[in-house]
């Protein structure tokens, strides 16, 4: 059955694209609120040439933002079938090309991610997340995650972890952390909470470990084992082994963190985390970003500076500030109601977005609308907790606001395939 275009027009989330528009223009804003200086020419459009004005990151962004509708079209348009049907090609084309990546890209602050295609720079881990979101959509599709059938567990695994692998390979940590978010989505179809309890725990355990002496968390774990032996007789004649082999596991990643901490973790990595647990241990070196960040944001007070007036973004306190750092440009020059209006609108389409997976009358098309969530929430969550000093600098972008065309179209791509999903979603068989 073909769906009339002014059917299918109406059959799309408006709401959803309207939200996507309004975070695509508050960005530009700021991006070139970040980019304007005192010796800014008045009217750049009248007083540049074009190859002038391609050095501000403002005006390539009009540029990314121009192709990234004409993307939206071909999305719109393009047989939703295709996105089930081309999941694995499209993953197993991706992970091609990140081979790629990692032995022709020329190194770039350290990293080789980016491909130069002319005179277009194109970074693939920006666009596998949205191959990894619709394979292993398509694999659930096909499995019952409630079924605990450990061979489909490990084959799930297998599809997440190879993309980030070959990132991390490519010395491009931050992006590859982005693919944990996809456990969110699992979980609602039906993966073991037991997972991401035991990872949620780990993780509290490794930051205890870099806090707090070893020698007191061994002892407080050993009162702990202690204790539920002690108190519940059913642990004790049942499940001994299997308390002393947690005990053992907890101890050993105590021990063992200064190991991982200095022989697994980078210079750069390293100084990420000393920076998020003591911010004022180097303010003039390491810590520099976000303490800057921290005084551009906090010095916007209620309603801000005014658009263009913010000293610490005329004068390029804060580095990156177009890209990794944007929203410290949103606190300086739109103060706390321009922070929260941007945020509202970034909570109003993560419920948006669930709203539109729930109603998917496939497991592929819902589990693929709760990785676009998972994702998005992975971003902008990390992205302002390290503006404002609550995450580590790890590198990735404010989704639809930073600069940058890759993180754009990527961004897009994700969000608007699901909405051709969803307009289409009363054609869909339940699988």
Known sequence: MQVSPAR????????????????????????????????????????????????????????????????????????????????????????????????????????????????????????????????????????????????????????????????????????????AALLLAYFREGMSPLILLLLV?????????????????????????????????????????????????????????????NNVLQPHQRQRIEILINPSSDPLGKGWNVTQSKIAIGSGGLVGKGFLQGTQTKFDFVPEQSTDFIFCTVGEEFGWMGSCLVIGLYLVLLWRIIHLAERQKSVFGRTYGYCVASVLFFHITVNIGMTIGLAPVVGIPLPFFSYGGSSLWSFTILLFSLLALDAYRKQDLVR
Not at 31 to 59: H, K, R
Not at 101 to 121: C, D, K, Y
Not at 234 to 251: D, I, Q, S, Y
């Open 201 to 261: 725990v780990g993780g509290v355990i490794l930051l205890l470990a870099l806090l707090v002496p070893k020698l007191w968390l061994v002892g407080a774990f050993t009162v702990i084992l202690l204790t539920v032996l002690g108190f519940n007789r059913r642990v004790l004649r049942h499940h001994l082994p299997l308390a002393v082999g947690v005990w053992a596991a907890v101890v050993g990643m105590v021990v063992g963190v200064d190991f991982f901490y």
């Open 8 to 179: 299918y027009s109406r059959s799309i989330d408006w709401l959803t694209v309207l939200l996507y528009a309004l975070l695509v223009g508050i960005g530009w804003v700021c991006i070139y609120a970040s980019s304007y200086s005192l010796d800014s020419p008045v009217n750049p459009l009248g007083s540049l040439s074009f190859d002038e004005l391609m050095a501000f990151n403002w005006f390539k962004q009009v540029l990314w933002i121009g192709t990234a509708f004409v993307l939206i079209v071909v999305l719109l348009v393009v047989d939703y079938k295709a996105y089930d049907t081309l999941a694995y090609v499209l993953y197993a084309g991706m992970i091609v090309l990140l081979l790629v990546t990692l032995f022709v890209a020329r190194p770039i602050g350290g990293s080789r991610s980016w491909l130069e295609i002319g005179p277009v720079r194109l970074q693939p881990a920006e666009f596998a997340k949205f191959t990894t979101a619709l394979a292993a959509s398509r694999f659930m599709a096909g499995i019952n995650l409630r079924n605990q059938n450990w061979r489909d567990q490990m084959l799930l695994a297998g599809i997440t972890l190879l993309p980030p692998v070959l990132i991390i390979a490519s010395n491009e940590s931050g992006q590859a952390l982005v693919f």
